[in-house]
């Protein structure tokens, strides 16, 4: 399993600017502003982000503890979003969706600010973005060669 | 980007520039647009619903004046000012609504390579997916009859997964195109190349087994015909 770039590994928690962002969220919730206000604080200082060899950890919550584990290799589609006010404070997210069944996007990550980087870090990682010519081909030569060899012994069983 | 407003638009809501194409063999790559039916359709579509607005606003509006009571001077002048009020918001909206299809339709991407596509799209919420066609489960077609009328169809590209989660669907979307046939076709050919599951099997990279087994049993019938002739005894 090859390295993670350092600049990935590096990234621990979302970008600070993700707190004004939640602060406009929780106003356009109006009456809801209290509660909405008070569940994103928690979200957003106990949000982490762990990148290692073989995929994305991530999690959040005090009291409802939420743990996310998704595999590079299981990664189906990677989407990367933003809304007009995102966009203003300089974040993006991206939701990365596995073949489970859930209803929800598998693992959001959000507050990034280098979001292509690592949407193409993502991209890298996926099952099909690097190998897709070479196995056919391999595949079609190995066959070619056995049947080469499958010959050869024909041949020598023929002259003996 | 094109006109001075757009450009303004665009800049107002941070929308980003055009969408690198992921990766892939340069000569493969190739962008795809929506038809200009498209628009034409989405301007239709948008235009009765607008009739309908209007319509029930007029008769909101027309609706006080039914009435037998004798009308004021000052009645009159307030049912100006709010008549007024409402069709300005309501040219107002429409105004905003008619430069958001446009700019949705010009501001749509679909590029595919060898290897994957990525979908862009959206003004106010944009929405970039990148999917790989090892991933890929199903490919439909979709065409209504008025979108037939008008040379277009949908091509919906699946992955495996369930998401309903809007702007996280599993589900890429060539949205209005004139060209579905020949996208369908496109896609086709490039998942030819994988014969796995597309559901990130551990050992999905493998080549498939069949022509190598086939040439493999070949070897192992002559090898075995070879002893079986007794000349190595």
């Known amino acids: 399993m090859t390295e993670i770039p350092a600049h990935i590994a590096a990234i621990k928690r979302p970008s600070k600017k993700l707190w004004p962002y939640y602060v406009c969220v929780a106003v356009m919730t109006g009456i809801g502003f209290p509660v909405t206000i008070v569940v994103l604080f928690f979200k957003y200082h106990t949000m982490r982000y762990r990148f290692d060899a073989e995929g994305i950890r991530m999690s959040w919550g005090i009291l409802f503890r939420q743990e996310t584990v998704v595999n590079y290799a299981r990664i189906q589609d990677i989407h990367l979003s933003s809304n007009f006010i995102e966009r203003w404070f300089g974040i993006a997210r991206i939701v990365v969706q596995t073949a489970s069944g859930s209803a929800m996007g598998n693992l959001t990550l959000e507050g990034l600010t280098n979001c292509e980087e690592m949407r193409d870090f993502l991209y890298s990682r996926m099952r099909g973005a690097k190998e897709a010519h070479a196995h056919p081909a391999t595949e079609d030569g190995l066959a070619g060669i056995l049947m080469e060899i499958a010959g050869e012994v024909r041949a020598i069983r023929a002259a003996l | ?199 990130g099997d551990p050992d999905a990279h493998k080549p498939a087994p069949l022509a190598v087994e086939d040439a493999a049993r070949a070897l192992l019938a002559e090898v075995r015909a070879l002893r079986a002739s007794g000349v190595l005894y």
């Open chain 2, 1 to 199: 980007m094109g006109s001075g407003w757009k450009r303004w638009f665009c800049e107002l809501l941070r929308v980003p520039p055009e969408p690198q194409p992921p990766d892939g063999t340069p000569e493969s790559i190739q962008t795809f647009l929506a038809g200009k039916n498209y628009y034409r359709w989405r301007v239709i579509q948008f235009g009765i619903v607008q009739f309908f607005i209007g319509l029930s606003m007029a008769a909101m509006l027309a609706a006080p004046l039914l009435s037998k009571k004798p009308h004021t001077a000052q009645f009159f002048t307030v049912w100006t000012f709010i008549v007024a009020g409402v069709v300005a918001g309501w040219a107002l909206a429409a105004l905003c609504g008619l430069i958001r299809i446009t700019l949705d339709y010009q501001m749509r991407w679909y590029i595919v390579t060898d290897r994957s596509l990525r979908i862009r799209s959206g003004i106010w919420r944009v929405n970039e997916m990148t999917m790989t066609f090892a991933n890929v489960q199903e490919i439909r077609v979709n065409a209504g009859p008025l979108q037939k009328l008008l040379g277009l169809s949908d091509v919906v590209v699946s992955s495996a997964g369930g998401s309903t989660h809007p702007g996280a669907s599993h589900a890429a979307r060539f949205a209005g195109v004139d060209n579905g046939d020949a996208i369908r076709d496109l896609i086709t050919d490039r998942l030819r190349q994988y014969r796995d599951t597309g559901l």
